[in-house]
């Protein structure tokens, strides 16, 4: 009966307590777990003998991690605690998993300049891939990654390059389905709570803003009232929803409705719309966009346009992992969902 391992004193052995009891280098066990052919019989036997003795176990995430392109996989997202990329990226973990590989996430707050530096350590960790949503629609930061023959699949973002497979959500169906829906109440006045249109969403949904107002029949001029807004350096925030909502409440002849870029923007919308002890959606009816998990749970449920957002994220890892040469393009058509926070209660029942 063989006997038990033998525990080293500091706890789980080590590929240096293997190294120890065999009387050979570190790098000599790592060319047995690893490379078992190059090492001599009589080496390799003792190295094994050791493992066994110690019961040793390697650490097979810190090996997925030294092989870098095997497994790794960077996700680059504007803000992953933004619920939206939260959920994306549960999509892509999910699928990874089923291939054996992981990922590893980065926020690039849509900053050229740090998207291009995470860019950089994900080049230098040999990554499997990358799925990113980038912070403009240029291929200038992606060149460290393609130089290095890394496969990148852009997520939430539509084609800009024939080498490239996307997974995109049509945001400006999106849009223009939410500002159909307030047309059909009535609203003549609709305010537009908006990030930078530097961000390809918020131009998108602008684009189906204004294409749906002048599908109406109706003046963009006298229709739409627009603001863009960034708190403390954070774009598409409940802080930045709520300055806009100020904003635009402040004005002349102020909106009946707005249409926020995303649900974050419009839970802090909400919150000022309140505070000004307005009643939604009486005086102020509120879109949002994205349709996150929360929004339906809201003391007012939110409307807000759907997406996928967990499909999304695994269709961009299905198509990192089996897409290969072949470029693709996946795209989801946004549903609006109505909630109470522009039919009221009883109009919702």
């Not at 605690?81 to 990226?89: C, K, L, Q, S, Y």
């Not at 800009?160 to 009535?186: K, W």
């Amino acid at each position: 009966m063989p006997s038990a391992p033998v525990r080293p004193q500091s706890g789980r052995p080590s590929v240096r307590d293997v190294a120890a009891l065999a009387g050979v280098s570190v790098g000599t066990v790592s060319h047995v777990l690893n490379h078992p052919d190059r090492v001599a019989q009589a080496t390799r036997e003792r190295v094994e003998a050791a493992i066994e003795k110690l019961g040793f176990v390697r650490s097979e995430t810190a090996r997925r991690l030294r092989r870098g392109g095997s497994s790794l996989v960077g996700v680059l997202v504007h803000d992953i605690a933004n619920p939206f990329f939260t959920e994306a990226a549960r999509g892509i973990e999910d699928r990874l998993r089923e291939d054996e590989s992981i990922p590893l996430v980065g926020s690039t707050d849509s900053d050229a300049a740090r998207e291009r530096d995470l860019m950089g350590i994900l080049a230098g960790l040999d990554a499997r891939g990358v799925i990113i949503t980038p912070s403009a629609s240029t291929l200038d930061n992606l060149g460290v990654l393609i130089d290095r023959s890394i496969p990148v699949v852009l997520m939430d973002h539509p084609p800009i390059s024939r080498a490239l497979s996307t997974v995109s959500g049509d945001d400006v169906a999106g849009a223009r389905a939410a500002i159909d829906h307030l047309v059909d109440l009535g609203h003549r006045r609709i305010g537009l709570v908006n990030g930078p249109l530097s961000v390809r969403q918020a131009a998108d949904r602008r684009e189906g803003v204004l294409a749906a107002i002048v599908e109406a029949g109706l003046d963009v001029a006298e229709v739409l009232e627009e603001v863009e807004v960034v708190v403390e350096g954070r774009a598409f925030s409940a802080d930045a929803g709520a300055a806009g909502a100020a904003s635009l409440l402040r004005r002349p002849n102020p909106p009946s409705a707005l249409f926020c870029a995303n649900d974050l923007m419009a839970i802090g919308a909400m919150r000022e719309v309140r505070r000004q002890g307005l009643r939604i959606p009486d005086d102020v009816a509120i879109v949002g966009y994205d349709d996150i998990s929360v929004a339906s749970e809201l003391i007012i449920p939110l409307t807000s346009v759907h997406q996928p957002m967990r499909k999304l994220g695994g269709a961009a890892a299905d198509l990192l992992l089996t897409a290969g040469d072949e470029v693709r393009n996946v795209v989801f058509t946004p549903e609006l969902v109505v909630r109470e926070s522009t039919l009221g209660r009883s109009r919702h029942a």
